[in-house]
């Protein structure tokens, strides 16, 4: 059941961004090269705090380790009032501390190794990626992939030239993701190795207007910004519109995506009542962004980051063009020619080539996409000293005058040249999933040991169960046309024939949120028009409906192009008790 359900989650992701927003979608590779991850920052950026028992040498995150700590203390009927508070301030401060506030944190509240009471060490920095050795010499090193963009900013080139050269376009990617985390826990909510769903939009940075904004600005959220987290306030509803005249989020892309991520949460089944969209604080936010909004959902574990949604800026195609010499840039049509003064490098080919060697690709592509400034301070170099030094792919190399010559000349342009700025919704699905499953589950108001999980149609993981209500022989041929009807139309579901009770049997569809129940009963078999009974699993209503209309009806249902209010009103209802005996 719960591949079919995150099957469905993932297909009901694909409709609701990439199809409707027409984006492309590719698929990278999971082992990449230490000079992407170096270029990106998360060789040496991509961390946590950890500590250890100086006896044992247990390992344990620190903001982990003090939040279970000072959630304690406020638990703890002796603590004193005063100490309530100083320590539910620092809990509300906690995402902002840096390995000093953390250390301080540890020893002013005398905190030891949860396992053995022993005393911790000082605060570390640890890497969380994956080392992997490539080839067959070890020599070359790489990582398992921390997040799936990467494979998407290093294909930039590409997607740009497969989108006619136009902007804005979105790119997005399923796949794996490694992290090494210092302690692993909570189910689904931290693992080593996890599903992300993740977009990357790429938008002229000087404009980053929505084109649909009109369509959510009337959306109401839950907003808990970097200012109300550090003042101790509570989180505020206000209008998508209104927040972004505020300027309490950024931009109108980044309020749009935050506004579609609400509306698919929603969707796939999450509460609505438990969402809110939380901005990080300076202190946590990622290497790589400039501003931050998670979708948090309330579970039993207390409020979880799902879903990140973050305004990269250039950051990253700026990154990987200083580290390769490529130039990762879009092009907008200027309203006029324009002269401009061009001042670039022409470089003596023959006698780079024979000084560099191997290299020569990569230092003829990097001189030709070195900004003015730099070009103007190698020029300056090689006029008072007859050198100078360049680091190109991570290597110091050294130039004589004789390499090249700055030449200096006017231009004609007909477009601009930019470095895309980019908006991020990033998507855990494991996560998500954990999040809908306890959403969802329910108990009987009348019966509390009749339990189900009331999940949407579109990720329950069968459809629809169809139930003969004997073994009587002419229900078959009925049982075998519907059966067919279903796969005809894609919808999966289950033939219950077993001999118990009809009412136990709808029980065991509810327990593995089987949304509609086919019923054919010895009405079925007398009359004509041939009708069956549909049932509703939230509101268990039924209504008799023609064979040959139940089909089409469910599909309606599932897709989400009806809904059963609507089946109720023009079909007949059918009474009958359910009856049910002990759970199975």
């Known amino acids: 059941m719960g591949c079919a359900i995150k ?15 027409h984006m492309l979608e590719v698929d990278t590779t999971c082992v990449t090269p230490e000079p992407v991850l170096k270029a990106s920052g998360h060789v040496d950026r991509f961390l946590d ?46 995402d ?34 994956f080392g992997v050795s490539i080839g067959p010499t070890g ?17 930039f080139k590409r997607l740009l030239e497969f989108n006619q050269g136009k902007l804005p376009f979105a790119c997005a990617q399923i796949g794996n993701a490694y992290r090494n985390e210092i302690s692993p826990r909570s189910g689904l909510l ?25 369509n959510v600005k009337e959306l109401v959220l839950t907003w808990f910004s970097a200012c109300n987290q550090m003042d101790g306030q509570a989180a505020q509803k206000v209008a998508v519109g209104k927040a972004v005249a505020d300027k309490l989020i950024a931009n109108q892309t980044l309020a749009y995506f935050v506004s579609r991520i609400y509306l698919f949460l929603v969707k796939v089944g999450v509460d609505p009542s438990r969402i809110r969209f939380r901005q990080h604080l300076s202190n946590e936010m990622a290497h790589y962004a400039c501003d931050c909004w998670d979708a948090e959902i309330l579970t039993s574990y207390g409020w979880v980051e799902c879903v990140g949604c973050a305004d990269r800026s250039a950051y990253d195609l700026t990154q990987h063009t200083k580290a390769t010499g490529i130039s990762l840039v879009a092009e907008k049509p200027l309203p006029a ?34 900004p003015e400034k730099e070009i103007l301070a190698f020029e300056e170099d090689l006029k008072s000293t007859g050198a100078s030094k360049l680091t190109i792919g991570g290597e110091e190399l050294a130039f004589t005058k004789e390499m090249a010559e700055i030449k200096r000349s006017q231009k004609t342009k007909h477009v601009d040249e930019f470095t895309p700025g980019v908006i991020e919704p990033s998507f855990g699905v494991g996560r998500i999933i954990y999040a809908i499953l306890e959403h969802n589950f329910r108990t009987r108001p009348d019966d509390e040991q009749r339990t189900l999980f009331a999940l949407p149609p ?27 009807a279903l796969t005809l139309n894609d919808i999966s579901h289950k033939i219950d024939d077993s001999s118990g009770s009809i009412g136990r049997r709808y029980a065991r569809a509810d327990e593995i949120s089987i949304p509609f129940g086919i019923t054919i009963d010895f009405d079925t078999l007398n009359n004509q028009p041939t009708t069956v009974t549909l049932r509703d699993r939230d509101s268990m209503e039924q209504i008799r409906i023609g064979i040959d209309e139940v089909v089409p009806l469910i599909v309606s249902l599932v897709n989400g192009r009806s809904n059963w209010d609507a089946a109720v009103q023009k079909y007949p209802k059918f009474t009958a008790q359910e009856t049910t005996g002990k759970k199975d």
Request: aromatic content about 8%; proline content about 6%; overall charge neutral.
């Open 96 to 129: 902002n501390l840096d390995k000093q506030g953390f250390a301080d944190a540890v020893t002013s509240w005398k905190m030891k190794s949860p396992i053995t009471g022993n005393d911790l060490s000082e605060p570390v920095e640890f890497n969380l990626m």
């Open 458 to 484: 579109v990720i329950a993981p069968l459809k629809c169960s169809v139930l003969p209500l004997s073994s009587n022989p002419g229900f078959q041929p009925l049982v075998k046309q519907i059966s067919e």
């Open 190 to 214: 931290r693992v080593r190795e996890f599903t992300m769903a993740e977009i990357e939009h790429f938008v002229d940075p000087s404009n980053k207007d929505h084109p649909k904004f009109e």
């Open 139 to 155: 020599l070359i090193r790489g990582f398992l992939r921390p997040e799936t963009a990467q494979g998407i900013f290093v294909n």
């Open 337 to 370: 020619p324009v002269t401009v003064d061009v001042v670039e490098v022409i470089p003596n080919r023959a006698l780079i080539g024979k000084t560099f060697g191997k290299s020569q690709k990569k230092v003829l592509e990097h001189l030709s996409v070195m």
């Open 7 to 21: 099957s469905n989650f993932l297909a009901a992701w694909r409709k609701h961004f990439i199809l409707e927003e």
């Open 49 to 94: 705090y950890m500590v250890k028992d100086v006896k044992t040498g247990d390992c344990y995150r620190v903001d982990h380790l003090i939040k279970a700590n000072l959630e304690e203390v406020i638990k703890d009927k002796k603590t004193a009032e005063e100490d309530k508070n100083k320590a539910a301030k620092l809990l509300g401060q906690l």
